[in-house]
């Protein structure tokens, strides 16, 4: 019949819907041809909730927004978990044609709560912390971060409530307190979609003490005979410390007018030998104690500069001793012009220029004796070869007397006839 073709040309058309818990849910049912045939919602439980724009079920929650033989809309609001299942929209032709809607009703999780924190915290300490947060369906993430990073070896657990709906969820997180980690904020972040892309964050800020750090720095590494020095003495720590105590050597400072404390710093005035050893800075809180040392060595100007004068003048001494007797002189010519040209500028002490003249008077005396050593020798030697010259030829032994003493009378007939 054409009543039949044209029941079969209508069907009702639903949608599923997501909703939060505590908002509203709106079913709409449409058909696109309806010949006055009526339209029905009825919920999980089969109970009809509306029969056209006719109400069925009292229940306050429930309204009808729109009502046709093209539409039949109704809400829900302060949707429930218990409002959650498959609602059913049905048009009564021959045969009675149906269709689903599934209404999922989101659980929110709950603030969360972080356990386990204590403050402060000794350093070295084993602290663990639990995020936890009940009520979110289906279950919600929860991450863990210090100072924006996030934190991935932490453990996660979840259960189930009494309701049967929703879920607890926890995790924790293990560390070891450390110094560094001293006004570090730890957050724990609970992700789900209930929370449109806003996550709920519970955050608290750690508290670590512990014993004071201590560093000495010098204001100079090479402290001079007469300059001064400070010896900074850096100390951290929680609580912060105490002001610190400076000794000398194990024992107090020996010169208060000149080793002036000031705050965490000492001054030492007009530095001399006996201001030498070791400077011990001391700090403590209520955790415990620390210290640092410095050797102190005031160092000498005139013991650095005597080096670099004196050695090589003996060194070019040494040098040239080993040459003749001919070279001697350009190289004491050049001894005595080089020493001014390296010494100018440079304030060099008077017993080191006193002690270069010894050494050269006493050089130039060792060599005029050998010269005149060697002068005496070789003249001594030519008169014994004269005195001789008589008795090479003679045959024998008177003869060669005779010779000699009538050369010694020749010569003084010689000498006489020179004279």
């Given at each position: 019949?054409?009543?039949?073709?044209?029941?079969?040309?209508?069907?009702?058309?639903?949608?599923?819907?997501?909703?939060?818990?505590?908002?509203?849910?709106?079913?709409?049912?449409?058909?696109?041809?309806?010949?006055?045939?009526?339209?029905?919602?009825?919920?999980?439980?089969?109970?009809?909730?509306?029969?056209?724009?006719?109400?069925?079920?009292?229940?306050?929650?429930?309204?009808?927004?729109?009502?046709?033989?093209?539409?039949?809309?109704?809400?829900?609001?302060?949707?429930?978990?218990?409002?959650?299942?498959?609602?059913?929209?049905?048009?009564?032709?021959?045969?009675?044609?149906?269709?689903?809607?599934?209404?999922?009703?989101?659980?929110?999780?709950?603030?969360?709560?972080?356990?386990?924190?204590?403050?402060?915290?000794?350093?070295?300490?084993?602290?663990?912390?639990?995020?936890?947060?009940?009520?979110?369906?289906?279950?919600?993430?929860?991450?863990?971060?210090?100072?924006?990073?996030?934190?991935?070896?932490?453990?996660?657990?979840?259960?189930?409530?009494?309701?049967?709906?929703?879920?607890?969820?926890?995790?924790?997180?293990?560390?070891?307190?450390?110094?560094?980690?001293?006004?570090?904020?730890?957050?724990?972040?609970?992700?789900?979609?209930?929370?449109?892309?806003?996550?709920?964050?519970?955050?608290?800020?750690?508290?670590?003490?512990?014993?004071?750090?201590?560093?000495?720095?010098?204001?100079?590494?090479?402290?001079?005979?007469?300059?001064?020095?400070?010896?900074?003495?850096?100390?951290?720590?929680?609580?912060?410390?105490?002001?610190?105590?400076?000794?000398?050597?194990?024992?107090?400072?020996?010169?208060?007018?000149?080793?002036?404390?000031?705050?965490?710093?000492?001054?030492?005035?007009?530095?001399?030998?006996?201001?030498?050893?070791?400077?011990?800075?001391?700090?403590?809180?209520?955790?415990?104690?620390?210290?640092?040392?410095?050797?102190?060595?005031?160092?000498?100007?005139?013991?650095?500069?005597?080096?670099?004068?004196?050695?090589?003048?003996?060194?070019?001494?040494?040098?040239?001793?080993?040459?003749?007797?001919?070279?001697?002189?350009?190289?004491?010519?050049?001894?005595?012009?080089?020493?001014?040209?390296?010494?100018?500028?440079?304030?060099?002490?008077?017993?080191?220029?006193i002690g270069g003249i010894v050494?050269?008077?006493?050089?130039?005396?060792?060599c005029s004796i050998i010269l005149?050593?060697?002068?005496?020798?070789?003249?001594?030697?030519?008169?014994?070869?004269?005195?001789?010259?008589?008795?090479?030829?003679?045959?024998?032994a008177d003869t060669a007397i005779?010779?000699?003493?009538?050369?010694?009378?020749?010569?003084?007939?010689?000498?006489?006839?020179?004279?």
């Amino acid at each position: 019949s054409v009543d039949n073709q044209r029941s079969q040309g209508q069907f009702p058309l639903t949608q599923n819907v997501t909703v939060i818990e505590g908002e509203t849910a709106t079913l709409t049912c449409r058909v696109d041809q309806n010949d006055n045939t009526s339209l029905q919602w009825s919920n999980p439980a089969q109970q009809t909730l509306y029969f056209d724009d006719k109400k069925a079920l009292r229940d306050n929650r429930i309204e009808l927004l729109r009502a046709s033989w093209h539409e039949l809309t109704i809400r829900v609001t302060d949707v429930s978990l218990s409002d959650e299942g498959q609602y059913t929209c049905s048009l009564f032709t021959m045969p009675v044609k149906t269709s689903k809607a599934f209404l999922t009703v989101l659980g929110v999780p709950e603030s969360p709560q972080i356990s386990g924190f204590v403050s402060p915290v000794m350093e070295g300490d084993r602290m663990e912390l639990t995020c936890k947060t009940s009520g979110s369906k289906p279950a919600a993430d929860i991450r863990w971060f210090k100072n924006d990073k996030e934190v991935k070896d932490v453990k996660y657990s979840k259960e189930e409530d009494a309701n049967r709906k929703t879920f607890t969820v926890s995790s924790t997180m293990v560390f070891k307190a450390d110094r560094n980690d001293d006004g570090a904020v730890v957050s724990c972040r609970v992700d789900h979609e209930s929370l449109n892309s806003t996550p709920q964050i519970a955050m608290q800020v750690l508290e670590i003490h512990y014993i004071p750090s201590v560093k000495i720095i010098p204001s100079t590494p090479w402290p001079e005979e007469g300059q001064s020095i400070t010896l900074i003495c850096e100390s951290k720590g929680k609580p912060l410390p105490d002001p610190v105590l400076w000794t000398k050597d194990g024992g107090e400072l020996p010169d208060p007018e000149r080793m002036v404390v000031n705050g965490r710093e000492l001054n030492i005035n007009l530095l001399n030998k006996t201001d030498n050893g070791t400077y011990r800075c001391e700090a403590e809180n209520s955790i415990g104690l620390n210290s640092a040392e410095y050797v102190l060595i005031i160092h000498d100007v005139s013991n650095i500069l005597l080096p670099i004068t004196v050695i090589p003048s003996l060194t070019t001494a040494t040098v040239t001793t080993t040459v003749a007797l001919t070279s001697t002189a350009p190289s004491a010519t050049a001894i005595n012009t080089r020493d001014p040209n390296t010494l100018a500028g440079q304030s060099v002490p008077d017993h080191a220029l006193i002690g270069g003249i010894v050494a050269v008077v006493v050089f130039v005396t060792l060599c005029s004796i050998i010269l005149l050593g060697r002068y005496l020798a070789r003249h001594k030697g030519t008169y014994l070869t004269n005195e001789a010259k008589g008795a090479e030829d003679a045959p024998d032994a008177d003869t060669a007397i005779i010779n000699a003493e009538g050369s010694q009378v020749n010569a003084e007939e010689k000498k006489e006839y020179f004279i």
